[in-house]
């Protein structure tokens, strides 16, 4: 149950990108080759920046044309906004490529990683071409498969785009690039100027980051539309409202002392932003809210103090001067407690205790989600704080399963590659301790994870080069490990599944086979989580 932590844990396509955007200088555009966006284009690139999109600084500036290299990172960093399993990038991806011409830094890197997904090709059987700039039929194509590999079907808005291309009224394009150029086109993402649609022109910078940032857009709209049911998207309405937070003002109503041995108490504001935090996490798990002891509050802000002043431990030594009847207060809230130090506030200490890395138990997650829960008291004093979570709560008639990342819509910013995934199925119904079990984990893009008591296996489908077997990562997915700790709910089942997606818009699949039932019988259990 305790911690150190030292960070925290924790309407589309309706503007289209036309060929004339930002081409007739405005007051206040920055010159050619800037490398500062001009006016007009300065909000957009700074939330492509805010979401991911926009990952590199321009070569020779934001006016100047877009390269091959350039776009490329775009691209890839769209995929991943739509869901794609892009994974994380390396300095030296560019290695298990055939190009000659790829080298380390942003252009090598995703160049590599486009290739890899299928979204680009090379212009020869050993060259890339990084450096060259690339046509605006080329970015239809290009985006066109950034939609095809995400799932989206861009609705199509435009009359006229097929009959004008049979026509030939747009000159000759070639069979490689019709559906693409139909695709964008028809969906209003890409417009010309005047009659025209301007195939063969450049694209600057901050024009083609505009368009990128619509896609987003539209694509993510798609996504919502065909991923999340009403009820799933009114619930995600409801977490982003909740985790929708105004840091407290002020943290002591009565500063507490170490030197003095004073406990203190703390703002109301405080508490109730420590609260909030703790009923997010639960309203994620599909748990009920809990409230705030003032008797509790008490007893962990003694704990809060014991901690500051002593040992980091849920059973301190009494430290010097500190007085009997606050040490053995002290002591009763850190031995029920989950403890941390190094936190700014409660909010980001009960998102590290739900993220709980490094804690083999995951106690202090399962102690926060324990169906029985209903009161809690917290402590803070500096940057030491506890949770008084142990409570003799008799068991409830809880749900089969808690899970975490858990059952339906779950936060992709609460979960990593090093997370944890636990399960606690309800000990009324089902035997853990005697369950020999197998664990396959499954995304919508094609990686799929097998997880054994001592045996791992995952693969992923790369559209760019095929179905590949992958090694583990480097940490420990050797298998599943079954915690028989009484935390809060009971025994629960920890894994980390390798090589699955984990960008927003991934969907899931758990399946948990051989899992012993009480009364006689084996069971298999299929949840799935939902990621936004």
């Known amino acids: 149950m305790k911690g150190r932590g030292i960070g925290t844990r924790i309407a589309a396509g309706a503007v289209a990108l036309s060929l004339t955007m930002g081409l007739t200088a405005a007051p206040g555009a920055m010159a050619a080759g800037s490398n500062q966006p001009s006016s007009w284009a300065a909000a957009e690139v700074e939330r492509a920046r805010e979401a991911g999109l926009l990952d590199f600084n321009p070569h020779s500036g934001y006016q100047e044309n877009i390269t091959r290299g350039e776009f490329a990172a775009l691209a890839v960093q769209l995929a991943r906004t739509l869901g794609c399993p892009v ?304 409570d003799g709560f008799a068991g409830t008639n809880g749900p089969d399963l808690v899970t975490w990342p858990s059952e339906g819509v779950f936060p992709a910013g609460l979960v990593d590659r090093y997370t944890v995934w636990s399960c606690t199925p309800n000990p009324d119904k089902y035997d853990v301790s005697g369950s020999s079990l197998t664990i396959t984990v499954t995304d919508n893009h094609g990686g799929r994870c097998v997880l054994g008591e001592s045996t791992s296996a995952s693969s992923r489908l790369f559209p760019g080069v095929g179905l590949i077997w992958l090694p583990p990562m480097d940490q420990d997915t050797s298998g599943v490990t079954v915690e028989a700790g009484n935390y809060g709910g009971g025994p629960a089942i920890l894994f980390t599944p390798s090589q699955v997606s984990l960008e927003p818009f991934t969907v899931l699949t758990v399946e948990i086979a051989g899992l012993k039932l009480v009364g006689g019988g084996t069971d298999t259990i299929t949840y799935t989580v939902k990621l936004f």
């Open 87 to 390: 994974g994380e990038l390396r300095y030296d991806d560019w290695q298990g490529t055939p190009f000659t011409d790829l080298t380390e830094g942003t252009d090598g890197v995703y160049s590599a990683a486009a290739w890899r997904l299928g979204l680009m090709k090379g212009v020869s059987d050993t060259e890339f071409a990084p450096g060259r700039t690339i046509t605006r039929m080329e970015i239809c194509v290009l985006l066109s498969r950034v939609m095809d590999v995400c799932g989206v079907t861009l609705p199509q808005t435009v009359p006229g785009v097929a009959e004008r291309i049979a026509s030939g009224a747009e000159g000759t394009i070639p069979d490689w690039a019709e559906e693409g150029v139909e695709d964008l086109v028809g969906s209003g993402l890409m417009q010309g100027s005047g009659e025209s649609w301007q195939l063969s022109a450049y694209t600057t910078v901050e024009q083609a980051v505009l368009l990128a940032v619509r896609a987003m857009d539209a694509g993510q709209e798609e996504l919502k539309e065909s991923i999340f049911t009403p009820a799933e998207r009114e619930k995600i309405a409801q977490l982003r409202a909740m985790a929708s937070r105004t840091a407290p003002s002020s943290v002591y109503a009565s500063v507490p002392s170490v030197e003095a041995m004073e406990q203190g108490s703390l703002t109301e504001e405080f508490l109730q932003d420590g609260l909030n935090a703790v009923n997010y996490v639960r309203a994620i798990a599909g748990l009920s809210p809990v409230s705030l002891s003032q008797e509790k509050n008490d007893l962990a802000q003694a704990g809060a103090l014991l901690l500051a002043a002593g040992e980091f431990s849920h059973t301190p030594s009494q430290p010097a001067g500190m007085p009997d009847d606050l040490y053995k207060k002290g002591y009763q809230a850190t031995s029920t407690s989950n403890i941390g130090q190094g936190y700014q506030d409660l909010w980001e200490f009960t998102l590290s205790c739900a993220n709980d890395n490094g804690v083999s138990s995951l106690g202090h997650r399962r102690w926060l989600l324990a169906p029985g829960l209903t009161t809690i008291g917290m402590g803070y004093v500096e940057r030491s704080a506890t949770t008084v979570v142990v």
